[in-house]
């Protein structure tokens, strides 16, 4: 362990998503000591909503490099080859005297029973201020950019609805009643983050208690009706209230205080109190949307990080127009719809557009398909838009032969997909001015 995870630091802070800037500063505002951070998975009041994505974001952080594995992590927090004595065992047809006295660490281990610490400036004490410092400068509304403020929206309907889910859940086990089964979740996450974007999470409490409550009366009136069916009526009930809450604005909602057993997160109070400084039960994600400065303008990359010097951003590269396209991509990100490489992707996947005969529409899909499972797996670890820019970069590798509907034509798949790519892409970017 001590050789794995030795203490380095660093001067240098990465850049990260704002999702993962918040989660790192609310780890730093809120865990109990910073040298190390431990015990995550105790928190009375939690780092995130719901404690999944407490999991994944400690993992996402430490990809990103905002926080290191402390070497004073227990070694039962960290999965090894061979997992235990028993599978040594296993591994050697029951012979222990073939079996091997030294087990390798893995890259996979278990965040919430981890210690981890800030990798910067000299010490993990002086780290987390050093941390603390950038990413409070890095977050300020008016640095951000438009892009940025989008995420810092999302973040807050994410920050919203998962507080009321975790208050419906609080109130259910609060009330002796069962969790809401799994084939019912999506509906009541899918009304929650509807109506997130509507409402402060005051009146979303309020809806929560309404919706509990006459479960549990009904529970009452009919105390022979399966358990289970009484959360689904709740899940019913929050359904209909979110609903009524979003398409009729008018409609008064008392708003709740904070839940005593049931506090807010340490990233919904980072989100609210320290990025935005704003209430979070009485403000609406209506409200941070027109309260939001003028965006930031996107800054242009340095020269180490695209290669490019700045007078050959427009100059094409004849021997690679693919290499061309991805670095223009990558050097002016605010010019172009993240989204619309995906919702290529989509229609590509659904209508194998381009292709006559169905053995290649079996190859267009299955080429695509390849393409969005790549997608899945980049995007915990890179940027959205590096995420996207590997995927285009990446039809360059799709070879099998199409014909489409020219016989006499045949090219990759990967040249046909990336065809389309660029066609969609070209379309959502704005129409240049003279001096363009």
């Excluded at 278990?110 to 950038?134: E, N």
């Excluded at 920050?159 to 002796?176: G, H, S, V």
């Amino acid at each position: 362990m001590e050789d794995r995870y030795q203490l380095t630091f660093s001067e240098t802070v990465p850049r990260a998503l704002v999702r993962e800037m918040v989660t790192a500063l609310a780890l730093l505002r809120y865990a109990p000591s910073t040298t190390p951070i431990s015990a995550i998975g105790s928190w009375l009041d939690p780092l995130h909503p719901a404690q999944r994505e407490t999991v994944r974001l400690l993992g996402a952080l430490v990809r990103a490099g905002l926080i290191r594995i402390h070497p004073t992590t227990s070694v039962t927090a960290m999965e090894w080859e061979p997992a235990s004595f028993q599978a040594a065992l296993a591994a050697a047809d029951g012979d222990p005297d073939s079996v091997h006295l030294s087990p390798q660490l893995t890259s996979q281990f278990f965040p919430l029973d981890s210690c981890f610490y800030a990798p910067f400036a000299t010490s993990a004490g002086t780290g987390a201020q050093h941390l603390d410092t950038v990413l409070s400068e890095r977050l300020a509304p008016q640095r951000l950019t438009a892009g940025q403020h989008n995420d810092l929206l999302a973040l807050t309907q994410e920050c919203i609805a998962e507080e009321a889910l975790r208050y419906f859940t609080y109130r259910l086990e609060d009330l002796n009643l069962p969790a809401v089964t799994e084939n019912h979740i999506e509906r009541l996450r899918e009304a929650a983050y509807k109506v997130a974007r509507h409402r402060p999470l005051g009146e979303i409490y309020n809806l929560v208690w309404r919706s509990t409550r006459a479960a549990a009366e009904s529970a009452q009136k009919n105390p022979r009706a399966p358990r289970v069916n009484i959360s689904t009526h709740a899940v019913n009930q929050f359904e209909t209230h979110a609903l009524r809450a979003v398409t009729e604005p008018a409609w008064p909602i008392k708003a709740f205080g904070e839940v005593t057993g049931c506090g807010l997160s340490a990233m919904t109070r980072t989100l609210f109190y320290t990025v935005l400084d704003l209430q979070p039960l009485e403000t609406s994600f209506c409200d941070i949307e027109q309260g939001l400065p003028q965006p930031a303008s996107d800054p242009a990359p340095p020269v180490s990080e695209t290669g490019v010097q700045p007078d050959e951003a427009g100059v094409p590269d004849d021997d690679d127009e693919l290499a061309f396209f991805i670095r223009w991509l990558h050097t002016y990100p605010g010019s172009w719809d993240l989204e619309a490489v995906f919702r290529c992707l989509d229609d590509l996947e659904q209508t194998a557009a381009g292709m006559e005969y169905d053995v290649e529409q079996r190859v267009a899909r299955r080429a695509v398909a390849h393409l969005k499972l790549l997608h899945e797996r980049l995007a915990v670890v890179l940027d959205p838009r590096q995420a996207a820019l590997a995927v285009v970069a990446a039809t360059d590798l799709l070879q099998h032969p199409v014909t489409g509907r020219d016989p006499e034509s045949m090219r990759p798949i990967g040249a046909v997909v990336r065809q389309r790519l660029v066609e969609t892409v070209l379309q959502t970017m704005p129409e240049a001015s003279a001096d363009e």
